[in-house]
C-alpha cells in the first residue's frame, strides 16, 4: 500500500518535471533486485539435466576460479601503483565463471531488460551495445544506444571521469579477463530502472555504466547473460554510485541450495536490514590489498568446540566474503589445519571413512555417509568483533552414500562463499565500513 503511494508521489514530481532524484530521497525507502541461484530452475542458467553432485562439482570450479581471481587482483592492488584496476588489467574469471548469481534491471526508455552477473569482486557494470564491433552471443538483443532517450556519452566532467581513459572525444573503458575474456567500450550514462519485489519500478537516472562494444568472453554455457552488475568497493561500482540514495549499503539472504526457494533479494538502503537482535559486525579490512574487495579480518576457526590456535599472520590478507565462490577456499596453511581436525573428529566414528576415489573432487575431504549419523560437527570463523557460526547444514555437502567437507584448500586466498552463507542476513555497509550478519530462514525473504 505504502509502495503504491510512493508510485503516485513519483508520478506526480515526474508531471512536475521534477527530477526524480528528490523523489526518490523522499520517500528513502529503498529498493531491492530478485538475485537467482544458477541452480533455481527461474534462472536463466539453469541446466535442467545435470544430477546434483555435477552441479556440486561445478560450483568447485566457480569457487576455484574465484580464489585465482581474487589472487590476481590481490597482487595488482599490491604492487602499489596508483592506477585503477579499470585502467589496469582488470580480471575475473570467466572461463570456469558459470555465475552464480544474477540480477535483472532495466536499462534505457524505453526500459529494456538486461540480465546480468551479480558480482562483489568487479567494479564497472557493463552491458553489450550496438552499434558493436564484436559481441559474444546474447540472448537478450543487445542494447541500441540510438533507440534509447535517456542515453548519455559519459562527460569528461563527471566525476568518476578519472576512472576511464578519457581525451578530447570522451572516456572509454578497458576490462581485460586473465583468461582473454574483455569487454571495452564507451563510459555511458543512463537511467537504470530497478523492479522492487512489491512489483513497484524505480528509476534512477545518470548511472554511469560501461558500454561494451567490443567484448569477448563466454558466461556460461547458456546465452542469458548481456553483463556485469558490479559491486565492490571502487568509486565506479553501483553501491558506490548509488551512494547516500541507499544509504552505501546492501544486503542480501541466501536461502539454502537445496530448499525450494532458490531466489533471494539483493536490498539496497533502508531494505538492507537485519531484523533480529542477535546481530554481530566485522570491519572491513582497511588494507591496500583490500581497497577493493571485501576482506574480513580472520583470526582463527573453531570446529566442534575445538579451536584450532591459528598463529597470528595465517590469514595476512584477511578472508574475502565473496557471493560469487559456491564453496569457501581456506589457505594453504589454515586448510591443513581444518584438515587435521576434521579428521581427528571422525576418527572418533568407527563407521566413517574417509574416502578417497575417483568419484569425489579431487583435494576434496569427503567420508562414508552411514544412515542415521547424527554427529556432525559445526563451525565458527573468528572475526574481529564477530564469530560467523557455520551450522554443519551448511558445512558439508551429504549425499546418500559420502559426504564431504564444502570447503576446499587454495594457494593463499581464503574466501567465506555462498554455500557457508545459506540462511544469514548478510548486510553491508560501506559507509560504516562494517559487515553485518544474522541467522534467518532466507526462503522467507519474500517480497
Ligand atoms: C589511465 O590510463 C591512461 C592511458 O594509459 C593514463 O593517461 C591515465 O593517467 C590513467 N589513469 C589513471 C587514473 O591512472
Ligand atoms: C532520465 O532521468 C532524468 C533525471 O531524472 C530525467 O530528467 C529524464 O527525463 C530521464 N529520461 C527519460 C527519457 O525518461
Ligand atoms: C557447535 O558444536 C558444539 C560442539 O558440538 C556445541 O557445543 C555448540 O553448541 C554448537 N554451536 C551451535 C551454535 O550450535
Ligand atoms: C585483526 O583483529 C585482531 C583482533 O582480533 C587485531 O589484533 C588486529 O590488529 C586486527 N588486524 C587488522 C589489520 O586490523
Ligand atoms: C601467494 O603464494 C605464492 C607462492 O605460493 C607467493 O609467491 C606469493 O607471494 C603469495 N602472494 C601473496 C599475496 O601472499
Excluded at 534505457?108 to 564484436?134: A, E, H, M, N, Y
Excluded at 562527460?155 to 578519457?166: M, P, V, Y
Aim: glycine residues 8%; aromatic residues 12%.
Amino acid at each position: 500500500m505504502a509502495q503504491t503511494v510512493t508510485m503516485v508521489i513519483c508520478l506526480f514530481f515526474n508531471l512536475l518535471s521534477l527530477p526524480f532524484l528528490p523523489c526518490i530521497a523522499l520517500m528513502s525507502s529503498g529498493f531491492s533486485l530478485k538475485l537467482i541461484h544458477r541452480d533455481s530452475p527461474h534462472s536463466p542458467l539453469y541446466q535442467p539435466n545435470l544430477f546434483d553432485f555435477e552441479r556440486f562439482k561445478k560450483n568447485i570450479k566457480i569457487s576455484e576460479a574465484r580464489a585465482s581471481y581474487f589472487q590476481q587482483l590481490s597482487e595488482l592492488m599490491g604492487k602499489g601503483d596508483s592506477k585503477t584496476p579499470q585502467n589496469e588489467s582488470f580480471r575475473l574469471p570467466l572461463k570456469y565463471h558459470e555465475p552464480l548469481f544474477t540480477v535483472e534491471l532495466g536499462l534505457g526508455t524505453p526500459v529494456v531488460k538486461r540480465t546480468l552477473i551479480f558480482d562483489t569482486g568487479s567494479g564497472l557494470t557493463w552491458t553489450q551495445c550496438k552499434p558493436c564491433i564484436r559481441c559474444f552471443k546474447q540472448d537478450q538483443p543487445l542494447f541500441e544506444i540510438r533507440k534509447s532517450g535517456s542515453f548519455r556519452f559519459m562527460s569528461k566532467k563527471n566525476k568518476l571521469a578519472k576512472s576511464f581513459i578519457c581525451n578530447m572525444l570522451g572516456c572509454v573503458y578497458y576490462v581485460q579477463y586473465y583468461s582473454g575474456q574483455f569487454s571495452a567500450g564507451v563510459a555511458s550514462e543512463e537511467n537504470f530502472t530497478f523492479q522492487t519485489t512489491a512489483g513497484v519500478f524505480r528509476r534512477v537516472p545518470g548511472l554511469v555504466f560501461g558500454c561494451g562494444m567490443t567484448n569477448q568472453g563466454s558466461f556460461g554455457s547458456t546465452n542469458a547473460v548481456s553483463g556485469i552488475f558490479g559491486m565492490d568497493k571502487q568509486p565506479v561500482s553501483f553501491i558506490r554510485q548509488l551512494g547516500g540514495l541507499i544509504k552505501e549499503r546492501f544486503s542480501y539472504c541466501l536461502p539454502a541450495i537445496d530448499s525450494n526457494t532458490k531466489e533471494s533479494y539483493l536490498r539496497f538502503g533502508e531494505e538492507a536490514m537485519i531484523r533480529g537482535t542477535n546481530a554481530q559486525s566485522t570491519p572491513f579490512l582497511k588494507t591496500k590489498r583490500s581497497a577493493v574487495f571485501y576482506g574480513l579480518n580472520l583470526s582463527d576457526i573453531t570446529i566442534g568446540g575445538q579451536k584450532l590456535g591459528l598463529k597470528q599472520g595465517t590469514f595476512p590478507e584477511g578472508c574475502i566474503i565473496d557471493s560469487g565462490s559456491s564453496v569457501s577456499l581456506l589457505n594453504r596453511k589454515a586448510f591443513s589445519a581444518v584438515k587435521n581436525s576434521f579428521e581427528r573428529y571422525f576418527s572418533k566414528f568407527k563407521n566413517v571413512k574417509r574416502l578417497v576415489r575417483k568419484k569425489t573432487p579431487a583435494g576434496f575431504l569427503c567420508y562414508t555417509h552411514p544412515t542415521g549419523l547424527k554427529n556432525f560437527p559445526n563451525l565458527t570463523f573468528h572475526f574481529q568483533g564477530a564469530d560467523f557460526h557455520v551450522p554443519s547444514v551448511n558445512l558439508f555437502m551429504y549425499e546418500r552414500k559420502f559426504f564431504c567437507v564444502a570447503m576446499v584448500e587454495s594457494k593463499n586466498v581464503t574466501i567465506l562463499g555462498a554455500y557457508q552463507q545459506q540462511n544469514v542476513r548478510i548486510l553491508y555497509d560501506l559507509k560504516d565500513e562494517m559487515l553485518s550478519f544474522a541467522p534467518e530462514d532466507c526462503s522467507k525473504d519474500a517480497a
